[in-house]
T-cell receptor, first 117, second 111 residues
Framework: IAGITQAPTSQILAAGRRMTLRCTQD?????MYWYRQDLGLGLRLIHY???????GKGEVPDGYSVSRANTDDFPLTLASAVPSQTSVYFC????????????????FGNGTRLTVT | ELKVEQNPLFLSMQEGKNYTIYCNYS?????LYWYRQDPGKSLESLFV?????AVKQEGRLMASLDTKARLSTLHITAAVHDLSATYFC???????????FGAGTRLTVKP
């Protein structure tokens, strides 16, 4: 089934530890995104990538980094986790993008629930 | 400042009733998305609204866009339990090269 796969599904992480959230898509979409979802705040963009080899910062990029070595994979790394990074993280892709933002509906993965203690 | 405000944030409805969710935004936009999220699940696209006056309908849900008022509505007709979910609007701000989500409206439809 075509779509976006995120791993892990959930994780409890000690503060100060490094963590990489994985995201893979098989739809050959050029544009990919990482969002965090916090109650009452909706979804906020962390980083995006228009195409393989390029990335950009979103609304809340601090403490996070991304890479886009190929079309399918877009990992998100927390270099040194802090409790404020406790959230649900969604990876998304878009068939078309206008600049950085999607020009077609986003396809979302199932999310990673991260707790930083 | 770019803002997207949804209201209400929480909505409890009786089955069979009608209601409207509102999505207001702070500056010029002519592209807006509505998404649905079931508890503990991912988001699914419901509607794309591309121009002033656009109206889209699917089943008991109807979405509209008024770019002059900077307002989109999601109208629920004769609600059923299966519509219980959180609904998000997302607004493209072309002039600001940005896109923002609303905080979401958590809808509960009771028998």
């Amino acid at each position: 089934i075509a779509g976006i796969t995120q791993a892990p599904t959930s994780q409890i992480l000690a503060a100060g530890r490094r963590m990489t959230l994985r995201c893979t898509q098989d739809m050959r979409h050029n544009a990919m995104y990482w969002y965090r979802q916090d109650l009452g705040l909706g979804l906020r963009l962390i980083h995006y990538s228009n195409t393989a080899g390029t990335t950009g910062k979103g609304e809340v990029p601090d403490g996070y980094s991304v890479s886009r070595a190929n079309t399918d994979d877009f990992p998100l790394t927390l270099a040194s986790a802090v409790p404020s990074q406790t959230s649900v993280y969604f990876c998304a892709s878009s068939e078309r993008a206008d600049g950085w933002f999607p020009n077609s509906p986003l396809h979302f993965g199932n999310g990673t629930r991260l707790t930083v203690t | 400042e770019l803002k997207v405000e949804q209201n209400p944030l929480f909505l409890s409805m009786q089955e069979g009733k009608n209601y409207t969710i509102y999505c207001n935004y702070s500056t010029t936009s002519d592209r807006l998305y509505w998404y649905r999220q079931d508890p503990g699940k991912s988001l699914e696209s419901l509607f794309v609204l591309l121009s002033n006056g656009a109206v889209k309908q699917e089943g008991r849900l109807m979405a509209s866009l008024d770019t002059k008022a900077r307002l989109s509505t999601l109208h629920i007709t004769a609600a059923v339990h299966d519509l219980s979910a959180t609904y998000f609007c997302a607004v493209i701000f072309y002039n600001n090269n940005d896109m923002r989500f609303g905080a979401g409206t958590r809808l509960t439809v009771k028998p």
